[in-house]
């Protein structure tokens, strides 16, 4: 039976995060919470993925349609609870379409949920024959999720809230995750029913098991991985489960080839690749579309952000974003590369050097307290220390061009949008306003005048 429609809880606060943004928006490896559950749910491709939302709708549900843009949106209205939001998306989409199979509900602060485990949830519930399907998991300590009371021959009799459960209730380690597949008419029968006398006063998706029961059993399917289906409620689980789901990254790449000196203090997103032989050393975050390359060194103190970096090159205590470094470059420490830059083979951004929108040649090398913005530099040029390009002239980015085999003397001033041409030689301290054609060398003459006994006799 097809899976008619998946509907994604996502319409609390989350009030123990602390925070003016909505919990499901907080990031976790790179992607929010919901982001990261749309992303698994929609890999079942049901025929209707719809996340229902109330705390900050628009702002949410416009994160929703960017990431996948034939969400449907489903509005809760004031009535509190899991239960009533699932009524409110029942109504929406029965409205629309007829649903005539399975319908998943799962909730959108678990970032490490993940399409396998939903996978084998939706097959238990098929085979099992039953009208609904838990996923649960078994927690050394249960603490703040409902326990799942099962019956002797291990069907689910109801759910008890933490909040609702007696003392021998409380001593059930087997947890709900709060992720169920029901046959799309039992739950439409289960949820108009509801009732919140409960000690909050919500309306409780739990509840709607009971009757789903008169229609068949309710099944349980464990998770086989309970990291996958933990939830964040505040700041200290969130940095908990972070730190665990990068151990488990950082081994990974570990055991395919990539040596990690310090995983504790490295971080790497889950859309990062790597190859082998690469060393990433301490203090190092990798994050977005990044990818390293054979043999390249990344670190100690290093952030790359949607970074391509090619074999064997070197990137040392170093900030870059959206750039691209070429094979065997060498770059820090404490460069600063914004997006858009191309470096070339075998070249060179040294220390304190910062570089926007920078095409760098082969073999070029801008050593050190320089700024190259809005700039091409040809093969195997050198620019001398303290150089920049003065690109921006309070309206415009403007561009700068420099040729192959140029020497650009320390202290340099380009004042853009200006071309220097192949083989030029710059001296120090030039201030360069106008095209130097191939094969030349220039500079600016500054007469130097010293002034003698300038300041007042007290002062001195």
């Known amino acids: 039976m097809a899976l008619s429609a998946a509907i994604i809880l996502a319409a609390g606060e989350g009030t123990r995060m602390r925070s003016a943004n909505p919990k499901v928006l907080h990031t976790f490896a790179g992607k929010t919470f919901l982001n990261r559950v749309m992303d698994s749910v929609a890999a079942l491709e049901p025929d209707t993925l719809a996340v229902v939302v109330h705390y900050q709708a628009e702002r ?100 008890v809230e933490q909040r609702d459960a007696n003392r021998s209730e409380l001593a059930v380690q087997e947890v709900n995750t709060s992720v169920y597949v029901f046959d799309a008419a ?57 730190r665990e789901h990068n151990r488990r990254v950082c081994e990974a790449w570990m055991r395919s080839g990539v040596t990690i000196l310090d995983p504790d203090t490295t971080w790497i997103e889950d859309d990062v690749v790597l190859s082998r032989d690469v060393t990433v050393l301490p203090g190092s975050f990798l994050q977005g579309h990044t990818t390293v390359g054979e043999a390249a060194v990344i670190g100690p103190y290093t952030t790359l952000i949607d970074a391509t970096i090619d074999a064997e090159a070197v990137v040392e205590r170093s900030r870059v974003q959206e750039s691209h ?31 926007k929108k920078a095409h760098i040649g082969n073999g070029t090398k801008v050593p050190h307290l320089s700024y190259m913005g809005d ?47 192949d083989n030029v030689t710059s001296g120090a301290g030039s201030v360069i306003r106008h095209a130097v054609p191939d094969d030349t060398m220039v500079y600016s003459e500054n007469t130097q005048h010293n002034v003698e006994g300038w300041k007042p006799k007290w002062e001195r």
């Open 60 to 159: 949410v549900a416009a994160a929703a349609r960017s990431y996948h843009a034939d969400v449907e949106i489903v509005n809760q209205d004031d009535i509190p609870g899991t239960g009533r939001a699932v009524q409110c998306a029942m109504a929406q989409l029965s409205a629309e379409r007829k649903l005539d199979g399975y319908v998943l509900i799962a909730a959108s602060d678990m970032p490490l949920l993940d399409s396998e485990t939903l996978r084998g949830l939706i097959s238990f519930h098929e085979a099992s024959g039953n009208g609904a399907t838990v996923l649960t998991t078994i927690l050394d300590d249960p603490t703040g999720y409902g326990r799942i009371i099962r019956d002797r021959d291990g069907h689910v009799l109801r759910i």
């Open 186 to 242: 039992v739950l439409a029968k289960a949820i108009a029913g509801l009732k919140n006398n409960n000690a909050q006063g919500e309306f409780y998706l739990t509840d709607a098991l009971e009757t789903a029961k008169e229609a068949g059993n309710v099944g349980a399917f464990a998770a086989p991985d309970p990291l996958s289906v933990e939830g964040v409620n505040d700041r200290v689980q969130l940095a908990a489960l972070s």
């Open 325 to 355: 470094i070429g094979r065997a470059a060498n770059i820090g420490p404490w460069t600063y590369l914004r997006a858009g830059n191309d470096l070339g083979e075998e070249s060179k951004a040294g220390a304190f050097v910062e570089m």
């Open 375 to 421: 700039a091409t530099l040809g093969d195997h040029t050198n620019v001398g220390g303290g150089t920049i390009t003065a690109n921006y002239d309070g309206v415009h980015k403007n561009k700068t061009r420099i040729g192959s085999g140029a020497h650009i003397g320390a202290g340099n001033l380009l004042v853009a949008p200006v071309e220097v041409g």
